[in-house]
C-alpha cells in the first residue's frame, strides 16, 4: 500500500544561472515537474510514494528516474520511452523576476503515457492519488490521466489535483480551461 501515488510530468528544468565568460546565458540540468515535486517531498517526509509517468530513454530520462529513486520514490510504472525524447523546459528569469519557460516537448515523453502503460494496482493500492493538469494538455497522456483519476476514486482513494497552466502548453486557453476543469468533479483536494 502506498500513502501517495502521483501521475504526471517529470521532465528537465534547464534553470538560467549566469553568464558565459563569452557573455552567453547558462542554464543548469535540474529534476522538474510540479508532480514529480510533490511526490519528492512527501517521500522526504516519509510518505511512502510511487510515481506513474514517461519519460525518454535518453541522458536526461536515466537522470530523472534516478533522482526519483535516490529520494525513495517507488519507479515501478516509470516508463522509459524508447520514441520520444524526455521533455525540456528552460527557465529564464525576466527583468521583472517573474520566469519565463520555453519547452521542448513536440511530443515530450510525458504527454505519450497510454492507459494500458498504467500498473492498475497502483491505482487500488494507494490513500492519495494526485494529479496536475499538464497531463491533460495532449493524448494519449489526457486519456490516461482520466482513466487513473477516475480508477483511484473508485477504489477509495483521496485525489490530490493541481491545475497548473502554461499557456504555451495548450492549443488554446479556452480548451486549456475545459481540459483542466474536468478533473475538478473528482478532486477531494485542489492545490
Not at 519507479?75 to 520566469?99: H, P, W, Y
Request: hydrophobic share 45%; proline share 3%.
Amino acid at each position: 500500500m502506498f500513502d501517495l501515488v502521483a501521475l504526471g510530468e517529470l521532465l528537465i528544468d534547464f534553470t538560467e544561472i549566469g553568464i558565459s565568460q563569452n557573455n552567453q546565458r547558462l542554464f543548469e540540468q535540474n529534476p522538474g515537474g510540479a508532480v514529480a515535486n510533490v511526490v519528492c517531498a512527501a517521500s522526504r517526509l516519509g510518505i511512502k510514494t510511487a510515481f506513474i509517468g514517461k519519460v525518454g530513454k535518453d541522458m536526461h530520462g536515466a537522470f530523472l528516474a534516478s533522482t526519483l529513486q535516490d529520494m525513495g520514490v517507488n519507479i515501478d510504472n516509470l516508463i522509459l520511452s524508447e520514441t520520444e525524447f524526455t521533455t525540456l523546459a528552460f527557465v529564464a528569469l525576466q527583468k521583472n523576476g517573474e520566469r519565463a519557460f520555453s519547452f521542448a516537448r513536440k511530443p515530450g515523453a510525458d504527454t505519450c503515457l497510454k492507459v494500458e502503460e498504467i500498473k492498475a494496482e497502483l491505482l487500488s493500492q494507494c490513500k492519495i492519488f494526485h494529479v496536475g493538469s499538464l497531463s491533460m494538455t495532449d493524448e494519449p497522456a489526457r486519456e490516461a490521466t482520466i482513466h487513473a483519476v477516475k480508477t483511484a476514486k473508485d477504489r477509495g482513494a483521496i485525489i490530490s489535483y493541481d491545475p497548473n497552466y502554461r499557456r504555451m502548453l495548450w492549443k488554446s486557453k479556452s480548451d486549456a480551461m475545459d481540459h483542466m476543469r474536468s478533473l475538478l468533479p473528482y478532486a477531494d483536494m485542489v492545490k
